[in-house]
C-alpha cells in the first residue's frame, strides 16, 4: 500500500483531473513508498499479524525483543500455550507506539516466557498491527508525495542521473541520493537498530 493517494499526488504536482499519467503515476508512488521504506527500515501502514519468536537472542530475562515494530499489541500466546496477554506489557510503558518489546513485569513473577527452539509449534505468538503507526505520520506521507513527484520529473530531463557526469569544464558532477529535503524529512524515522 503506497503512504500517499493518487489524488494526493496530482495535487501536488497541479495535473488536476488529467488522468493521461495516472498508471505512471501509481507506480512512482509504489516505488516512492518502496524507497522511503528502505531508508527508514520501517513499515508505516501497519498489517495484522501474528510474529513468532523461538530464539534465545529474542530473550533476555522477562523482555522479548521484538524484530519489527509494533503498533498495537492484542495477543501474546507463550510457547506452551498459554495466554500471557494480561501478564505482558509493552515497552517502552506510556509511550505511544511503535513498541519495539514486550516484558513481563515482576508483580507477574509466576509468570515466564516458554519456547523451544527450532520449533514453531512451540514459539511465543506476538499477535498484533505490525508497523510504526496505522496510518503514515503527516511528514512521511508528504515525503513520500515529494519523491514521487521528484521521480516524475526525472522522465523529462535530458541529463543521466545515474553515474558521475563530466562537464565540458572537467568538473564532475556525481549523481544524487535521495533529495536532501526528503531526508530530512524522514530522519526522524529512521529505525536504529
Known sequence: M??????????YLGIGTSTADDALLTELLNRAT????????REFA????????????????????????LASLTQVVNGDGTDITA??????????????????????????????????DKAVQVTGLWGYSQTPPDAVKHATIRLAAWLYRQKDTSADLDRPLLTNDGVV????ALPKDIQQMLAPYRRLV
Open 46 to 69: 501497519a498489517v495484522a499479524g501474528t510474529r513468532k519468536y523461538m530464539f534465545s537472542d529474542a530473550f533476555q530475562g522477562r523482555i522479548l525483543y521484538l524484530d519489527e515494530d
Open 34 to 41: 518502496d524507497l522511503v521504506r528502505t531508508f527508514t527500515g
Open 173 to 176: 558532477i556525481m549523481p544524487g
Open 87 to 120: 501478564k505482558v506489557q509493552v515497552w517502552p510503558p506510556n509511550a505511544k507506539p511503535p513498541y519495539w518489546a514486550l516484558w513481563i513485569p515482576w508483580e507477574h513473577a509466576d509468570t515466564d516466557w516458554t519456547w523451544t527452539e527450532g520449533r514453531s
Open 2 to 11: 503506497a503512504y500517499a493517494t493518487l489524488d494526493d499526488l496530482k495535487q
